[in-house]
């Protein structure tokens, strides 16, 4: 099965309504739900997504919303030796490099992300959702 790493832009996507990027985020949600990939967030991610979701909505949502994902995204852990290895990373950007080596630590095949361009160095790849649905074969 393959196993992806989703950035925080596509569960915020998905959640705010962002358009036009919620069809595509949707789309890869759907795959989780339905166990057709194995998707992860990394645990810095899910407190990104609750101060965001209870900033702009409320806590009430961000606590609900953060609910229902975990029935069908896992948890991806970030430990030291991660944020070692982030601070020494070739991505400019350091919340993207804990989300690189977050990924390769647990051997996930992919990051899906809409920022593709961020993870131009990156040692593991990086696709936004369409080049996803695109270039990789979900049996």
């Keep these: 099965m393959i196993i992806v790493l989703l950035d925080t832009n596509i569960i915020l996507d998905f959640l705010l309504e962002r358009k036009p990027f919620i069809e595509q985020s949707e789309k890869i949600l759907q795959l ?8 992860y967030i990394s645990a810095t991610t899910i407190t990104d997504i ?8 409320d806590k009430e949502t961000a ?11 896992d948890i991806a ?8 290895e982030a601070l020494n990373s070739s991505l400019d950007d350091f919340e993207d490099a804990v989300q690189e080596n977050t990924a ?3 051997n996930f095949n992919y990051i899906i992300t809409r920022n593709i361009h961020d993870y131009k160095t990156s040692k593991i790849k990086a696709l936004t959702p369409s080049k996803f649905y695109n270039e990789v074969d979900i049996a």
Excluded: G, M, P, T
């Design 32 to 39: 989780s739900f339905d166990n057709k990939i194995k998707a």
């Design 50 to 57: 609750y101060y965001i979701i209870q900033k702009e909505i």
């Design 63 to 73: 606590k609900n919303f953060i609910s229902e994902v975990l029935k069908f995204i």
């Design 77 to 84: 852990s970030v430990d030291k030796l991660v944020i070692e």
């Design 104 to 106: 390769l630590h647990h």
